[in-house]
């Protein structure tokens, strides 16, 4: 049983951790409210840019055959696969981690099948976590791309995925990372990044595309449009993790505050016990010693 000088100790320890997690609960708190701002703004800008994207390839005489766009009929196997895997840099944020590692760990499990796949990685703890697995392929970690994100560090990323697909490196590009729902919830989201799915990239569910009248061509319009969608779509899949690495951080840190409260509570409890043990005892002996000088 520890005495009375641990608990009293213990207790200073919890409390001083108490006051540690509540401050970076208010921290990560204003940090989420910045970034939930950022992906609240560029989420209809990112559906638009997509929807705008199929409208103009639905016009006559485009020629949306690239090697960045998706064919019909594509190979489904035998193929080299690249997943990029989004996490933090750092901790102390829940399960919002190691649910990308996870959902990870089933995906290249179930596509095995269709080829090899190689990992990349933004984010150290999930480079960390799979650096060393003889059954996972490594590909390349990017950490100038952690830490605070920016459209200017989306786009180069961007470029160098599109790059190691352009150059044969891969045959698909695909994206996992947390999708921001509010402050307690995330969800797994694994996107197609590479080639691009037309068929896909809006929710409209127009019968018949409209005739447009496009300046200066709807060819070199399209053509701007796919540059800048890869872009835009990386950024805004970053946002969601940032927010979401946020929101998984403050709840974390408030239940961790909780349960500091709780420890200090108990520790609390069971020191004026032993306290109040103690001076019963002294009493004890007191009286006892009295009634035995009494006696004699």
Not at 27 to 40: E, N, T, W
Not at 251 to 261: C, I, L, P, R, V
């Amino acid at each position: 049983m520890p005495s009375i000088k641990d608990l009293k100790k213990r207790i200073g320890t919890v409390k001083n951790t108490q006051q540690t997690t509540r401050a970076m609960k208010m921290v990560s708190a204003a940090k989420l409210r910045r970034a939930q701002d950022a992906i609240l703004a560029n989420r209809p800008y990112a559906k638009q840019l997509r929807h705008l994207l199929k409208l103009v390839s639905s016009q006559p005489n485009i020629q949306a055959k690239g090697k960045l766009i998706q064919s019909e009929g594509a190979e489904a196997e035998n193929r080299k696969i690249l997943l990029l895997v989004v996490t933090s840099d750092r901790g102390l944020c829940g399960g919002f981690n190691s649910n990308v590692i996870r959902g990870t760990q089933r995906w290249v499990k179930k596509h095995r099948e269709r080829g090899e796949v190689h990992l990349a990685f933004v984010g150290r703890k999930g480079y960390e976590f799979f650096r060393g697995r003889k059954d996972f392929a490594m590909d390349q970690y990017f950490p100038e791309a952690g830490g605070k994100v920016t459209f200017a560090k989306a786009r180069k990323l961007a470029d160098g995925l599109i790059g190691k697909f352009v150059d044969g490196q891969f045959h698909e590009v695909h994206v996992i990372y947390n999708e921001f729902k509010n402050a307690v919830s995330q969800i797994v989201r694994t996107e197609q990044f590479l080639p691009l799915a037309l068929d896909a990239a809006s929710e409209s569910s127009d019968a018949v595309a409209p005739m447009l009248i496009v300046k200066p061509a709807t060819q070199a319009i399209f053509d701007s449009l796919v540059d800048k969608s890869f872009a835009t779509q990386l950024f805004r899949m970053m946002l969601d993790s940032q927010a979401s690495e946020h929101g998984a951080r403050m709840s974390a840190m408030e239940n961790a505050t909780k349960n500091a409260g709780g420890m200090i509570k108990k520790l609390t409890l069971q020191y004026n016990k032993q306290r109040q043990a103690g001076i019963t005892k002294e009493l004890l002996e007191i009286i006892a010693g009295s009634e035995s000088q009494k006696a004699s």
